[in-house]
């Protein structure tokens, strides 16, 4: 049972606070320029695991080699991936189901994204959150997105139970009914200008300090969130670094890999024959690379 919880009575002041608080500045993020299904998607994905500063060039580096879903369902997805890699955008599943995704837009949708939130979360990759988001940000029939900011935002400012049930109950009621696009691109940037982890009340204008009950005691505690794993040194990053070393070649045995994806390897070392060929052993069950274990040879699936 959750804990007893409400909002200001006055919601309809609440909104438009934030709207117009949104509308009069933001960040100037070119994917907020769109309403392209496609240029949006792609922004959602890379922005999972990456900064937003640094999916900027990347974004823009992305759509100006596959301009739209037909470009990408065509490329190799070898070259996604090594895109991917190359980017340090994370986990190569991504791009992996980002260039399934665009396929299937292409094979099964002729062309046309679904727009519904619903009908989003059948292409490959995309959860409930990203479809949502896409959902709202291009064709405006979302519901309220519920991430991090907005979490820490709804804990702060109405004093709500750490609970997700309860977070998402709340942005629901919160978000004014067909608004989807400009309120949750409006509470996001709020979680993220004004309501960060250090928050800027006054220097950021926040226009929910009236009914903050943050604001009004001073204590700026929030939810507990995951720390994302840091890349370098990682075993993302070392999947990244054989689909690249692998594109170079038919194929390449165990002991040739190594050496060429860490300074470090020795075949009989912590970071050995046994520690890659788990590495391979998860790139093949992911389908980006085949691996045969009885010959110790691996090759990117292409």
């Known amino acids: ?14 909104q438009q606070a934030l709207v117009e608080w949104y509308e009069a ?7 907020r320029q769109t309403d392209d299904p ?35 369902a065509d490329a190799d997805r070898a070259d996604v991936v090594g895109f991917w890699s190359e980017m340090s955008l994370g986990y190569n599943n991504r791009a ?3 260039h399934e995704a665009a396929r299937q837009v292409v094979e099964e949708f002729d062309g046309e994204f679904p727009k519904t939130p619903e009908g989003l979360q059948e292409l490959m990759g995309v959860g409930p959150y990203t479809a949502n988001a896409v959902a709202s940000f291009a064709f405006n029939t979302g519901d309220a997105v519920v991430d991090t900011n907005v979490k820490r935002v709804t ?31 409006a509470i996001m940037e709020l979680g993220g200008v004004a309501c960060g982890k250090v928050p800027e009340c006054d220097a950021a204008e926040c226009p929910w300090r009236t009914w903050c009950q943050a604001y ?35 194929s390449l045995t165990v002991d040739e890999l190594g050496p060429r994806i860490r300074v470090d390897y020795t075949p009989e070392g912590e970071y050995g024959r046994e520690w890659l ?15 045969d274990p009885e010959t110790n040879e691996a090759a990117l699936r292409r």
């Open 38 to 72: 496609y240029a949006i998607l792609v922004s959602e994905v890379m922005s999972q695991q990456t900064q937003l500063g640094r999916v900027v060039e990347a974004w823009e580096a992305f759509l100006d080699r596959w301009p739209t879903p037909e470009k990408l």
């Open 96 to 98: 992996k189901y980002l």
């Open 25 to 31: 500045d933001h960040r100037d993020f070119p994917w």
């Open 277 to 291: 060929a788990g590495l391979l052993a998860d790139l093949d069950r992911d389908e980006l690379v085949a691996f």
């Open 216 to 250: 009004e005691t001073g204590d700026f505690t929030a939810p507990d969130v995951p720390t994302q794993p840091k890349f370098e040194g990682s075993r993302r990053q070392f999947r990244g670094r054989v689909v690249n070393v692998l594109k170079e070649y038919d």
């Open 155 to 185: 804990y702060r400012a109405f004093d709500l139970p750490d609970d997700d049930a309860v977070f998402e109950e709340a942005a629901n009621h919160l978000m004014p009914e067909g608004e989807s696009r400009v309120w949750n691109n």
């Open 1 to 14: 049972m959750t804990e007893a919880w409400s909002l200001p009575a006055d919601l309809d002041a609440v």
